[in-house]
Every structure is written in C-alpha cells, then in structure tokens.
C-alpha cells in the first residue's frame, strides 16, 4: 500500500462513527424528480440537485442524464451512476457530492474535480503560485469581482483549466475546503 | 527468504528469482483515464520535468523517476494512482466491459477496484467488497479521490456474500424491476494470501510465514472463490489472482472449485512474462487445466509476483 492510499477525511471519520453505533446510518435512498413525489420532509430532489449545479456553476443538467442521486442520513448527497434499489443498505454509493438541508449548500472537493470541468460559472482560476497554496489548504487574498459563497478553484494544467477543490469567498477571502485528508505539499 | 527455497523445483532460472526478490521495485503508478488521458499526463509530468517510462504491455501504468508521487499535480487532481506494475495485471485480464455488473471480492484499498472502475468507464454497476472496515475506508476514499462514480461499497464476509441488499430474490421486490442485482457477469476475486510475491515492496513479509498460515489463509480463499462462482451468472468469467508463489493458495484452489463447483479454468491472454500453473506439489496433482493459469515471477518482467486464473462457469 503506498502513503497516498491511507488517508480518509474527517466527514468520513466521523460518518463511519456513526454507522458503528447505528446501522441506520448506512441507509440510501433515492432523491424523489420533484417536490411532488417528496416523502421525507426537508429531502433534496433530483430537480433541486439539478437546478443548484446549474445556477450556482453552469453544469447543464445534461452532464447529469445517467445518475441517480441518493440521500444517506439528512442532507449528505451521492451521485451515482446507473440506479439501484431503494432503499439500499450498503457502505457507500456512487460519490458523495453535496451536502444540503443548510441555508447554502455545498459539493465537495472530490464533485468539483469531477464535475467541475463543465462548470462556467464562480470558477476561479488561481495563478502558479495560489493554486499550491489553495490544495495545501491556505486562505488567500485573490482579485474576485463575483460572488460570495463556494467557488470552484482551478487552476491551467497540461492544456486545459482543471478543478483543485472548493474555496469559500467571503470579505476578500478565499478559505480553501480542500478536507485535510486531499490536501498536498506541492 | 528461507520460505521461498521451497520453490526451487517450480521455478526454472531460480537464482535469477532469487536475485530479483532482493531488489527494490521501483515507484509505479496507473493513470486514472476517469479523469484524465494517458497524454495529458504524460505533458503534466513533461512540464514539471519528472520522467516515466510505460509498462511496455500497458501504456498506463508509468514508472516515474520520482519517490513522492503522491506530491505531484496530476495525484492531487486524481489523474494518477499508486499501483505496482503487476498488481495492474488482474483487471485487464478480467476485461470488465461498461454496462455490466461486476463483483470484487476482497477490494480494499480500492487500487483494482478503481482500475475496474476505468476500465468500465466508470458505467455498469461495481460492487466493491471487504470484511475489513478500516480498509474500507482507504477504499472510498480512493475511489472518490479517482472520481469513481459507479461504485456500491459493502462491508460483508465474501465467503457468505448476500446480495439481499440489492434487491436479490427472497425480497418482495417487483420482479420486473431491473435495478435489481440476482448475480453478477464477472467477478474479481484478489485474494487475501501471504503476499510472497509482494517482497521487494516488504522485506519483512517472510517473518511471519509458516505452513500454518498457508493452509488457514488457503480455505480463505477457498470459501471467496466458491461464492464467487455462485454469485456469477452461467457463462460469466472470474478471474482468481493472489500476490503468492505457493501453489496451495493458487493451483489448489482452481482444483478444489473445479470439483466442487460447476466452473472450468479457461485460457487467458496475459501480455507479461509468465510460466504455466504447476499441476504437481507436494505429493498432490491438480486437474491438468490449471497450468492455463500464469505465474509471474519477480525475474520476468521485473516487478513483483503474482499468480492469475480465468474461470467460466458452467453454463
């Protein structure tokens, strides 16, 4: 096993706590198309899901046609592709890609490096030298004239832009939410 | 490396062996085509000046002239992963195609899991197994970091493997209903075993050996494998590998499912340097069919060793 195969991120940590003291934790279940076929109150639909990667990102919904989305506990959400039972009582499904059930929601590090790249939108591109300094974890002080919230930080690699993770803008500040597990020493 | 005299009789060039069991393997990696192409990282790495050298049976798996993979760009955007060249073997020749359903048995850390994953682009539906949740957590991770997103990770024995959780048979389940899971079309069983193949990665793994440890770890294996051929549909392919040279954890096991399930060894295309299944161990004879299995040995192809079948089951 090589150093990189080892680290696991403090959500999952504490996730896996939970499963330990309740199997209900390891429960799936779909995201319902839309508010009319909601059974559990407060749970996400694919319609949402769908919606807030394209107003917040530019993510044409297209990009999603082969996934399902799946709900395990209140407001963490996994993308997978194909379907499955519902509910499915298994370990993991798919990727987890966005937590919801909060005022803003937010994808994770692992979603924007594979989603990312269709993004348009509240993409920021960080030089050389940032962009080090973004997947080692550290705040920065970028020019940004767009919104506040979760942005997209990227960065030019090999011919095109790639997605780094996600950095939270606010007040001048770019807070990199790249989880400790994924940050590197560049 | 005592043990290993013990194979004196099986290996033609057995100093040779010896001689590349006591060197160091070099850093080898996988490129991750989830997320990025083999030329892509191929200029990322000619950018930022570290070298590599491709398998020459596969042109994604690269040997850098670096110590610290992980600290490059493209293994922070999950474009890459650490993997040894041989342990690169088991999924090309299990040959998972996009769309259909695929079991790994012992999956954790994930590094054939998401090699499986790429090469069913990333579309069909991969069940992940592993009786060890603290691996299993390597094992997500992993799978996320690559980008895997058709993954369903179980934490079962695989010996009693249930599909119940995706809806097999005995639920109440619609019958019709397509997303339900009654077996598989190929299945990887990576088998838990005593990891004699892996010494140039661990000097140390021949400490703890002893004839013992290779007959409880044997009907481990034996008990995977079965319920892989029982998990499997008519006609669908298994592949049986282990990282261990002693034919009771390889050749032995092919003969023990041969009479006791309904399964045949099949020829398979390997493109490394190999030798044949041995049908003679220790006073034992194993069915004829098992010398179509491969042993690689370190002196081959120089990287670690490795043992790979190909099952059908019986249709």
């Known amino acids: 096993m090589s150093g990189e195969e080892t680290a696991s991120d403090a959500d999952d940590a504490a996730a896996s706590g939970g499963d330990l003291r309740q199997n209900v934790g390891r429960r799936f279940a779909r995201l319902p198309d839309t508010a009319a076929e909601r059974e559990v109150e407060g749970r996400a639909t694919r319609e949402e899901v769908l919606d807030w990667w394209e107003t917040r990102f530019g993510v044409e919904p297209t990009v999603f046609d082969e996934y399902t989305f799946w709900e395990k506990g209140a407001g963490k959400i996994w993308a997978l592709a194909g379907d499955v039972v519902s509910p499915i009582e298994v370990e993991a499904i798919g990727m987890k890609v966005l937590r919801t059930r909060q005022e803003h929601w937010k994808p994770t590090t692992d979603a924007v490096q594979r989603f990312g790249r269709d993004a348009t939108k509240n993409v920021i591109e960080l030089d050389a030298e940032d962009a080090r300094a973004f997947a080692a974890g550290e705040d920065l002080e970028p020019d940004w004239d767009g919104d506040w919230g979760y942005l997209i930080g990227a960065h030019e690699i090999a011919g095109g832009v790639e997605p780094i993770g996600v950095g939270l803008f606010t007040h001048g500040t770019l807070r990199s939410m790249v989880p400790k597990g994924r940050q590197r020493d560049l | ?315």
């Open chain 2, 1 to 315: 490396m005592e043990p290993l005299e013990r194979y004196r009789p099986l290996i033609d060039d057995f100093e040779a062996f010896l001689d590349a069991c006591e060197r160091p393997l070099s850093s080898a990696v996988r490129v991750n085509t989830i997320k990025a192409d083999v030329d892509r990282v191929r200029t990322a790495f000619d950018d930022a000046d570290v070298g590599y050298e491709p398998a020459d049976w596969n042109e994604r798996v690269l040997t850098l002239d670096t110590d610290s993979p992980g600290t490059t760009w493209p293994s922070m955007h999950g474009w890459i992963h650490g993997q040894e060249e041989v342990s690169a073997l088991p999924p090309v020749v299990l040959d998972p195609q996009p769309g259909e359903r695929v079991w790994d048995a012992a999956a954790a850390p994930g590094s054939k899991t998401t090699q499986l994953a790429a090469l069913m682009d990333d579309r069909g539906l991969l069940v992940a197994n592993d009786n060890n949740l603290g691996r299993l957590s390597a094992l997500r991770f992993n799978a996320e970091r690559l980008g895997v997103t058709n993954v369903a990770v179980t934490n079962q024995d695989a010996r009693n493997f249930s599909l119940k959780p995706f809806g097999s048979a005995s639920d109440a389940a619609d019958d019709a209903d397509d997303r339900r899971v009654e077996a598989f079309d190929r299945a990887l069983v990576d088998a838990p075993c005593t990891c004699e193949g892996t010494i140039r990665k661990n000097p140390d793994v021949l400490d703890e050996w002893s004839l013992d440890h290779v007959s409880s770890v044997a009907g481990v294996q034996k008990g995977i494998l079965t319920r892989a051929i029982q998990a499997t549909k008519p006609g669908g392919t298994i592949v049986y590998s282990t990282c261990t040279f002693a034919p009771e954890e390889n050749e032995a096991v092919l003969d023990h499912v041969l009479e006791t399930e309904d399964c045949r060894v099949v020829e398979q295309d390997v493109p490394m340097d190999h030798a044949p299944g041995v049908t003679e161990w220790d006073d034992e004879s194993y069915d004829p069919s098992v010398e179509k299995a491969a042993r690689i040995y370190p002196h081959h192809n120089d990287t670690g060793g490795f043992f790979c079948a190909t099952l059908e089951v019986g249709t």
